[in-house]
């Protein structure tokens, strides 16, 4: 397998505007991420995605960039990232920048000269058709909701935007448009910048005249001519493209061995794509233990040896994994770390987001004022104006919104959990007295200390990348076992998700001359799992 570094990394995602906040505004910043480089260095982690700190009006949470070039105001300066850049490189970690490719803000200057006239040199950066007004070009619905066209009284035309309004897309089929974004992209890496995660990648090569939205027909080619002109410069870069709609043969082109695209994607298949489009009420589907087998063992076994997987639960758009599926509360630290270890013990390259390395929890707030992402507010409002209650419309964002992932990172139990000293831009869960890092850095038994382990185990054992998976126990609806094994190690990983004992029955090798790498409880059975019991074994084949 070719030697790359983040074959065997394990990065960290961060929502700076919930990180840590270092001048007391309530909302995070450049500077707070800089005080807790210590505490990601405890952590082991090898990179830190930063979600976008690009100047932007936050519509969409900095999703919507008004320069690329420039940090926007509320997080800080370029001296302030110059600064974490150097503070970072003196720890070896490496930063990730978010990329939004596909959108920019209607505030950014291509935008405003785009709008001014149909002959203006920027208009065609964008996506344009006449139109009468209240007569949309066709039927394509943004992600948030509404139609996916919006009309320009001055010009008589209209934009296209598969976000909100204030997101237009950007029209890649322009040359000019995708030389701009390349230069852009190789400005951040002489700056230092080491990775990239693309923003809705395969959204790019739209096609709105013919209603294809995902993986237009010259999404690779695009891709392809993107990695040539900026990535593969610079070999050490490693990018990730955020890939809702793909399938395995579409993410085994993104992240093909020979580094002609990408290095890998997030596909969303187990997560069941949370975006959802105006028709459909977007609900965290039943859990279902032996389709999620199916599903990451399928992405396990086709990707092998060809292309490279991403692997998480948690991202700053989905519910956080501890409360995603229903688990039951009382295991909240048991289940947390047998989600942990069913992820970390597979091919691919861990994504940890903020908090989820504490068991970070869901928020239930009452009210539609105390949330602040625009999918929520744009949910609330659609479900309403269509004859539901609030108390629903409620519960459905309490158990699938976004904003589950965006209250404050928990650091101790001080008021607004060590977040800000100032009111926090979105309340804190009221749970940080109960789960925060200060906590867990003292306790050795903590989820915290439980992902510092894996994060090293995968550091001292080449079978957590090498080896091939192989499901195993496939019919159990109790729990999921698997096996990876190269030429001269394996390992048995095992994970119940009932809160009650079930059944298991691992091969006898692992339990005679095999090593518990890693177990959520202090003692275990041979043969019984306790509740979201999770265990990983390790055995050398020579030993046979
Ligand atoms: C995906 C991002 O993860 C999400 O937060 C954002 O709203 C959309 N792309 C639009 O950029």
Redesign the pocket.
């Known amino acids: 397998m070719e030697k790359k570094w983040w074959k065997t990394a394990v990065i960290y995602q961060i929502y700076p505007k919930s990180f840590q906040d270092s001048n007391n505004d309530g909302i995070g910043d450049i500077g707070g991420i800089i005080n807790r480089l210590d505490y990601l260095e405890e952590l082991g982690i090898d990179a830190i995605w930063i ?1 976008p700190i690009y100047k932007s009006p936050q519509v ?2 900095g ?2 960039i008004s320069d690329y070039q420039d940090i926007d105001p509320i997080f800080g300066n370029m001296e302030d990232m110059d600064r974490l850049i150097e503070e970072c490189n003196k720890r070896n970690i490496r930063i990730i920048m978010d990329l ?1 490719l ?2 920019s803000s209607d505030q950014h200057r291509w935008f405003q000269e785009a709008k001014k006239s149909k002959d203006n040199p920027y208009h065609d950066y964008y996506i344009w058709r006449d139109g009468k007004e209240g007569e949309v070009p066709n039927e394509m619905m943004a ?2 909701g509404g139609s996916a066209w919006e009309w320009v009284p001055e010009l008589g035309q209209y934009y296209f935007h ?2 909100t309004p204030e ?1 237009p897309d950007l029209n890649w089929h322009n040359e000019k448009v995708r030389q701009e974004l390349y230069q852009m992209i190789c400005w951040w890496m002489d700056k230092g910048i080491q990775g990239f995660r693309l ?2 990648i395969d959204l790019i090569a739209k096609e709105p005249d013919l209603c294809i939205a995902e993986n237009g027909p010259k999404l690779h080619e695009y891709v392809r001519e993107l990695s040539r002109s900026t990535f593969q410069k610079k070999p050490e870069i490693v990018t990730v493209g ?1 890939a ?1 709609n793909t399938g395995v043969e579409s993410a085994l082109l993104f992240s093909a061995q020979d580094g002609s695209e990408l290095s890998m994607v997030f596909q969303f298949e187990h997560m069941d794509m949370a ?1 959802k489009k105006e028709n459909q009420i977007n609900w965290v589907l039943p859990f279902d233990l032996l389709e999620l087998k199916e599903i990451l063992s399928k992405w396990q076994v086709e990707l092998y040896g060809k292309g490279w997987n991403s692997l998480f639960w948690d ?3 989905q519910p956080r994994i501890v409360s995603r599926w229903d688990n039951d509360p009382t295991y909240r630290e048991e289940s947390a770390k047998m989600y942990a270890m069913l992820l970390h013990g597979m091919q691919g390259t861990p994504f940890i987001y903020q908090g989820e390395e504490l068991g970070m929890t869901n928020v239930a707030f009452d009210s539609i004022t105390d949330y602040r992402d ?2 929520a507010k744009n949910l609330y409002d659609r479900m309403l104006g269509r004859g539901y209650t609030k108390e629903e419309a409620i519960e459905l964002i309490q158990k699938d919104g ?1 904003d589950n992932a965006r209250t404050p990172m928990q650091w101790d139990k001080s008021l607004h959990a060590g977040f800000t000293k100032g009111t926090p831009w979105i309340k804190e869960n009221p749970n940080y007295e109960e789960i925060n890092a200060e906590d867990e850095r003292k306790d050795p038994n903590s989820i915290f200390h439980f992902y510092r382990k894996l994060i090293q185990l995968r550091k001292e054992y080449a079978i957590f990348a090498d080896g091939k998976y192989c499901l195993q126990d496939k019919e159990n609806k109790e729990s999921f076992s698997y096996l990876r094994s190269s030429d001269t190690e394996e390992l048995y990983v095992v994970c119940s998700f009932v809160n009650g004992c079930s059944k298991v029955s691992i091969p006898e090798r692992f339990l005679k001359d095999g090593v518990l790498l890693a177990c959520n409880y202090e003692e275990s059975l041979p043969e019984q799992l306790q509740p979201y019991e999770g265990r990983i074994y390790y055995r050398k084949k020579n030993a046979e």
């Open positions: 979600s969409d949470s999703y919507d939004v596909n959108h992600y948030f598969q976000f997101q923003d809705v955020e809702g975006h991202n700053h758009d625009i999918a976004r």
